[in-house]
Each structure stands twice: as structure tokens, then as C-alpha cells.
């Protein structure tokens, strides 16, 4: 007998040997950013931090560094880091159990409050999740009613990172984001636009890494996400790259053919890769910032099935307001109701810490 039940609009049908694999599949350490990322304390709604360049000055030119023999002492100009900010977002799921609910036999749950609770916790917290992939961020606006969201992964590879590619770029000067940041040039990150073109050799090592590294990101332990598709080009490409593979992997105990590939070792170091689940969704994210100097890149949409992020994890935090936990609310009549909430966002202490590209699968 099954037990029927709606939450959020989702109909779940609870059956006994069904519900092991039910919570595997919704288990809160699915969330890939919450298992990578270092978790950040913060003590306010809006964290601001400076951001400056990794010690590389790729503009200045060795003869104007050179110094005259008995020449006098000239300090250097000096300049501050350039201020970013990144927004925390409320997240939280309540419900409400009955007496009735609690008191009766439901296949395959001992306690229904505690199911209950452990759903909404396990739905909270992969809306944080998606958040800290695909949110596109609001102005900082603290105070009871306003609603804040953070920016996240893809948007802060993108924003600048799209830029880099723009006809008129040597003209541009700065970036303005939807969370209010200003960033100036120095700090653009790589996102290149393929506008329709599968993954392959040449566009990850050249259009993505190459430009990448040239512009100051540190390849070596470098993390990728991406979508089903774009991770099966990657080793599709890995295992043609220099001819045909001379073995495979295959286990005739287990009868299993394993034919993947999770790391590139490149001039500038190894990259890895991983299928991320969310990006398998059929959305996209609108990349739309104020661009000063120039017309730039702007309105474009970046879907989250075609797209690929690699990051330098040192360089990107997960910033905890208010870690995920249970607020009891009220025990009204013959019901008991709770609250799961968290309060956090992603903090990118330099885009140049990002890069990537979109469009990568052929129509």
C-alpha cells in the first residue's frame, strides 16, 4: 500500500524499498559547492572585501622597470584593492505536522516530523546550492521585507569573463554586476562564448585555459562543473586527443567498461572535471551588466547545460551567515509547525579565479 503525499507541489509516492534511494538521491551532500568549497563565517547580510592581483604584472615593460645607477629613491604609486561585495541569501521551507500524522503508521517512516524535517532541511539546502551556481544577484538592500540574492558561480565567470571576447574590449574600463560590484578590467575573468560549437582540443586549451592563464589564472588543481554532455565531449576528447587509446579499462570480474576521463594535464598544470547535476538542467542564465567604455557583451543567455566553469577553489568561499538548522515555531492546537533555514552566499575573492565557457554543444 502506497502513501501519498504533496509537498511543494511535488507528488511523492513512498514506498518502502523505494525510500533508501528516494534520500540518496536528495541527500544534502549531493550539493557539490557545499562538499567543495571552504566554509566562511560571516557576521553580516552584505560582505565586502578588497580584491587585488595575484603579485603578476604582465603590462609593464622591463625597461621602464629598469633603475639608473645612483639614481635617487621615488616611492611607488600606491593602489588600493579595487572593493567587491557579495550578498547573502535567505533561504528557508516551513511546515506543519498534525497529531493525527505523527500517531499514525506510514511504510518506511518511524517519525513523521522528523521526515518531515529532514525534507524540507535536504530542499533548503539545494536551493542554497543552486543558488551558488546560477543566482544572478540583487543590490545590496538590508531590512525586514527586501529580498536579497546572491550572485553566483556562473554569473561572476561570466559578467567579466564574456567581456574579454567583446569586439570593442581594449575600449572597455569596467563592469558594473547586477550586485552592485565595479570592476575594473585588471580583474575580468575568462568566459568564452562558442556560440554553438561542441567542446574540443582547441577550445578548451586555447579559447579557455589559454586566454585563461594568460590573464593571470593559476591552472594547476583547477576544479571544473559541468553538465552530462559537456563532461562526455571532455573525455570523448581526452581519449582521442593523441590517436586512438591503445587499452580501455575493463573489468570482465565485475563485466564493467569504464571509459571516462577526470583530469587534462596541461603546459600550465593539471584541470579536473566533474559532472555536476544541476548544470543537466535545461535553463539558462541571463548575463546582463552595465559595461563602461564600451558596448561590450550584454542580454546574453548562458545555458546551464552548455556551459563549463573551472575555478581555483583557494579563491572562492562559501560564505556562511547562518548555517542550515530546525526553528520549532509554534505547537497550535493539534499540530506542531517548524521552520529549516540558512542565510549565506557565494564569496569570489577574484574573478580571475574563474574562467569557462558557454555555448559548447553543436544545435
Not at 502506497?2 to 507528488?11: C, E, M
Not at 572585501?49 to 622591463?62: C, K, L
Not at 593602489?79 to 550578498?87: A, C, E, K, N, Q
Not at 603546459?267 to 544541476?278: H, L, P, Q, S
Amino acid at each position: 500500500m502506497a502513501y501519498v503525499t504533496n509537498s511543494s507541489g511535488v507528488k511523492e509516492v513512498l514506498i518502502r524499498e523505494q525510500l533508501e534511494d528516494w534520500v540518496s538521491i536528495m541527500d544534502p551532500t549531493d550539493a557539490p559547492l557545499h562538499s567543495v568549497l571552504t566554509p566562511h563565517p560571516v557576521q553580516t547580510r552584505v560582505v565586502e572585501y578588497g580584491v587585488d592581483n595575484f603579485g603578476i604584472n604582465y603590462t609593464t615593460a622591463p625597461t621602464s622597470e629598469a633603475r639608473s645607477e645612483g639614481a635617487q629613491a621615488s616611492d611607488a604609486t600606491e593602489i588600493y584593492p579595487t572593493r567587491l561585495r557579495s550578498v547573502m541569501q535567505i533561504n528557508w521551507e516551513s511546515a506543519t505536522v498534525s497529531g493525527t500524522d505523527r500517531a499514525s503508521l506510514h511504510a518506511g517512516i518511524e517519525e513523521p516530523y522528523e521526515y518531515r524535517a529532514y525534507k524540507s532541511l535536504t530542499r533548503v539546502v539545494q536551493q542554497a546550492e543552486k543558488a551558488m551556481l546560477f543566482g544572478v544577484g540583487t543590490l545590496a538592500n538590508p531590512g525586514s521585507g527586501n529580498k536579497r540574492e546572491t550572485q553566483g558561480l556562473l554569473a561572476w565567470a561570466a559578467n567579466t569573463g564574456l567581456q574579454r571576447f567583446a569586439s570593442d574590449f581594449s575600449s572597455i574600463t569596467s563592469i558594473t554586476d547586477d550586485t552592485g560590484n565595479v570592476i575594473p578590467k585588471d580583474y575580468f575573468s575568462t568566459f568564452f562564448n562558442a556560440q554553438g560549437t561542441n567542446l574540443d582540443r582547441s577550445i578548451l586549451t586555447h579559447s579557455i585555459l589559454g586566454n585563461a592563464v594568460g590573464n593571470g589564472f593559476i591552472a594547476d588543481g583547477a576544479v571544473g562543473m559541468a553538465s552530462y554532455k559537456i563532461k562526455g565531449l571532455f573525455t570523448e576528447m581526452g581519449l582521442t586527443a593523441n590517436g586512438p587509446i591503445n587499452e580501455r579499462k575493463i573489468d570482465a570480474q565485475d563485466r564493467m567498461f569504464i571509459d571516462v576521463v577526470d583530469a587534462y594535464q596541461t603546459v600550465a598544470g593539471t584541470v579536473y572535471i566533474n559532472w555536476n547535476r544541476w548544470f543537466d538542467r535545461q535553463q539558462s542564465t541571463t548575463i546582463n551588466p552595465t559595461v563602461t567604455g564600451g558596448t561590450g557583451a550584454s542580454s546574453v543567455s548562458v545555458p546551464w547545460y552548455e556551459s563549463l566553469v573551472f575555478m581555483m577553489p583557494k579563491y572562492i568561499r562559501r560564505g556562511v551567515f547562518r548555517g542550515a538548522y530546525m526553528r520549532p515555531l509554534a505547537a497550535d492546537g493539534d499540530r506542531d509547525q517548524f521552520m529549516v533555514i540558512t542565510e549565506g552566499g557565494l564569496i569570489v575573492l577574484n574573478p580571475i579565479a574563474l574562467c569557462g565557457g558557454t555555448n559548447l554543444l553543436a544545435p
